[in-house]
């Protein structure tokens, strides 16, 4: 795992500037980041600098005295960078930026639900918007930092984009990733029906201490099978993050080895950077000592012992697909053929069925059910190898991408069942 907080104050810029920019959550000259420093100054990034070429070089330290040490300007936006920190000194980070789904609730002047999944709750809480103003003025700060003061930590801005305070950069980002991810989620959602927010006692529900309260055991050896697992998951891990499937604070892989014990995700580590040495074995109940494994260790557990034929389950939030599991929309996988043969029967199950039903979740799952929907919480899915549960994955995703399309085409045709019948004869399905 990165140590980011041993980053340079400069590098910590680079590197989440470069983030947000890959991943298509700003533009060349759009947005900005600072952060806080020991002594007062703040450290931003520059106007008029590509952020796709970033450098430490380029980010600029502006004295508490306004005095500025650096090749460029600061950010037009530094009024507003200042005026929060004096306002909210607790914290030590402010990010700017203008994500496309974002941008789209902030010009309809409406905030997203970000009740729609337990974990976007935990990480973002809840939000407020601040009126508009003219980029680059003291009116707009003035409006942004009455907003932190009232305690909010993430503030859209009408027609503008969102503002987003933290204890680190690090912390603000995935923010800003996971309330993208949320207004993206909500805009699917709307295309198939009304989106359902959680309860708070749905919300409390999610508050397991499974993860914390196992015992811990010292492994003696690693031998080629678990590297193996843990280097195919780390790989796939990556590619996931990269596809957008989850984001860096969501998503939670397994493999089960052929003893028995399994491979997961830790509780907590960055999704974006997590390599091999964070996963956690789980064996006979124990967690390798001095790691944390996912909340959802415990199910994960429990379909391993149910299904000697499961080895491996990906839990993840893919954007299109959980648009079925917030809304009453019904996932049919029966488009195309390929779509059917991977996915056959995808069954929904409730959100609290996950926290206090988990052998029956187990129980639903068969080679004629390998993925379900969990509703307002993930997608699962299932398959021999951790390869076939990826396919499934992203075969999930891309179908309920599809019939998300296909509504501003016009009414979608499924395989009919004789088709689907003749489907599972040539294929062997039955």
């Not at 969102?162 to 680190?168: E, L, P, R």
């Not at 690090?170 to 029906?193: D, P, Q, S, Y």
């Not at 003696?220 to 280097?231: L, S, T």
């Not at 052929?258 to 967690?287: A, H, Q, W």
Request: hydrophobic content about 40%; glycine content about 8%.
């Amino acid at each position: 795992m990165m140590k980011f907080d041993l980053l340079h104050p400069a590098d910590q810029l680079v590197q989440i500037m470069d983030r947000i920019y890959q991943n298509g959550m700003t533009t060349t000259s759009g947005g900005n980041l600072s952060i806080l420093g020991e002594n007062g100054e703040i450290w931003i990034t520059p106007t008029g600098v590509d952020k796709g070429t970033l450098t430490r070089g380029d980010i600029c330290m502006v004295m508490p005295d306004g005095k500025v040490a650096g090749p460029h300007k600061p950010s037009v936006e530094l009024p507003f960078h200042t005026t929060v920190y004096k306002r909210r000194p607790d914290l030590r980070a402010v990010l700017h930026a203008h994500p496309p789904a974002i941008v789209a609730f902030s010009v309809a002047r409406i905030l997203p639900d970000t009740r729609l999944v337990a974990n976007a709750f935990r990480t973002l809480g809840t939000i407020t918007m601040a009126p508009y103003a003219v980029p680059g003025s003291q009116l707009l700060g003035d409006g942004i930092a009455a907003e932190f003061e009232k305690g909010f930590d993430i503030v859209f801005m009408e027609n503008h984009g969102v503002v987003i305070g933290a204890d680190s950069l690090f912390n603000a980002f995935m923010k800003l990733e996971t309330l993208e991810a949320t207004a993206r989620l909500e805009l699917n959602a709307r295309k198939l029906g009304t989106p359902k927010s959680l309860r708070e006692s749905e919300i409390n529900l999610t508050a397991t201490r499974d993860h914390l309260t196992m015992d811990d055991f010292v492994p003696n050896r690693r031998g080629p099978e678990e590297c193996a697992a843990r280097r195919d998951m780390i790989t796939l891990i990556r590619r996931s993050y990269r596809q957008g499937l989850f984001v860096s604070t969501q998503g939670t892989y397994s493999v089960c080895l052929s003893d028995g014990s399994f491979i997961i995700t830790p509780y907590g580590i960055d999704r974006g950077y997590m390599e091999e040495s964070d996963l956690v074995l789980i064996k006979n109940g124990m967690k390798e000592q001095g790691k944390t494994p996912s909340r959802s260790v415990a199910l994960h557990q429990k379909i391993y012992g149910a299904h000697p034929e499961i080895r491996s389950v990906l839990g993840a939030n893919p954007p299109h697909a959980m648009a079925f599991a917030v809304t009453d929309g019904s996932f049919d996988p029966r488009t195309i053929p390929e779509s059917y043969i991977m996915l056959r029967q995808i069954r929904k199950v409730p959100f609290s069925l996950i926290y206090l039903k988990q052998d029956e979740v187990a129980g639903i799952l068969s080679p004629q059910t390998p993925v379900l929907i969990c509703e307002n919480n993930q997608i699962l899915a299932t398959g021999n190898s951790l390869l076939s549960a990826f396919d499934r994955l992203e075969v999930t995703e891309a179908t309920a991408h599809s019939i998300i399309d296909a509504k501003a085409i016009g009414p979608l045709v499924h395989i009919s069942d004789a088709e689907a019948e003749d489907i599972e004869h040539v294929f062997h399905l039955k």
